[in-house]
C-alpha cells in the first residue's frame, strides 16, 4: 500500500483511517493490534518536521529532547527520563537503552554516508543500517530497534531519505521518527549543501494497538498543518551544552540567544519549570510559541 502527501500531517491521517479500515487483528507478544503490512509513506515536505494534529497532541519537549540524545550519540536511559518516565520499561540494566540510535548513526556511519555522497553525487550506497542481527536477533532485550536502515540518494539536485522500518507503532512512535528522521534529512542536506526532496518512510507491519483505537478514531478527524524547524547547523554544540546545563543544572535558557533552530529556549524551558513546578515561567514560555505548537506542551503536575 502507497501513502503520498506533502507534509506528515497529511499522511498521518491517511495512514491511521487505512489501518483502522483495512488492518487485520494480530496478537504478537499477545497484544493485540490492528496490521497493515508493507506501507510506503511518501511526503514531499518533509521540512515541515512537526505533526500538529490535535486528536494526537504529541509531545513536542519529548521530541526535540530525544533528538538532541540522538545528535549527542548518547545512549544513557536518564537523558530521556527527564523528558518521559516511560522509558525506564525499556532498559535492560536501569542505566542504558540497548536500541539507541544516536551511538549507532554518527559513532559509526554517518560521516561515510557523508564522503560517499560528496564523492559521487548520484550514489546508491550512502546507506545507514541502525539494525544490527549480530548484536540485535538473539539478543534477550526490551529495547530492540524498530528501524532497521536509514538511506540517503540525491536526485534532481535533491536529498531523497528511504527509511525503512520492521515495525511501526502509528500512535507512540510515527510522530517522534518522522520528526527525527526528517531532521536528520535536513542536517545531511545542509551538511552537504543542498536543498531536501522527498521522504520516503516503508513500514512492514504499520500498527495500531487496542488500547488505542478510540484516539485514533480521533486523530483521522483532526487533519491539521504540519510545522517546520529551520537547522542552523552553527548551534549544534551549543544547544546541547544547553541542554545538559538546562537537565542537570536546571539553568533555564535565554530566548533572546540562538540555538539550533527557533523557540529552542521556550520549548526546553517549559520543560523545565514544568518539572519545577514554576507555574510562571512554564506560561510563559507555552505562551510564546507559535499557536500550532502551544497545544503540543502541557502541564504535567
Known sequence: MEIVGNTL????????SNVMDNGVEVDPRGLLVKEIQGLHIKV?????????NTGRNMDLRFAVGE???????????DRLLFYNKRYKNFSDDGSTLH???GPRIFRKSWAAAKR?????IHSRQAVINIYDANIDLEKATKDVPCTLSMH????????QLFVNMRSNDLIWGFPYDTFSFTMFQELMAKEIGIKMGSYHHYINSAHIYK???EISQKIRKNLSESYGLNLELKYIDKSINAEYNLRKNRRYLNPSEKYL???????LNSELSDRTKDNKMFRNSVDSLPSRLSPLISWRN
Open 152 to 159: 540517503f540518494m540525491i536526485r534532481n539536485d535533491k536529498l
Open 211 to 213: 488500547r488505542h483505537y
Open 116 to 120: 560517499k555522497l560528496c564523492s559521487d
Open 67 to 77: 533528538f538532541l540524545w540522538y545528535l549527542d550519540k548518547d545512549n544513557s536511559l
Open 44 to 52: 514531499n515536505e518533509p521540512w515541515k518536521h512537526v505533526i500538529t
Open 9 to 16: 500531517d497529511e499522511v498521518y491521517v491517511q495512514a491511521i
Open 261 to 267: 533552530f527557533p523557540f529552542f529556549s521556550e520549548i
Open 99 to 101: 536500541g539507541a540510535y
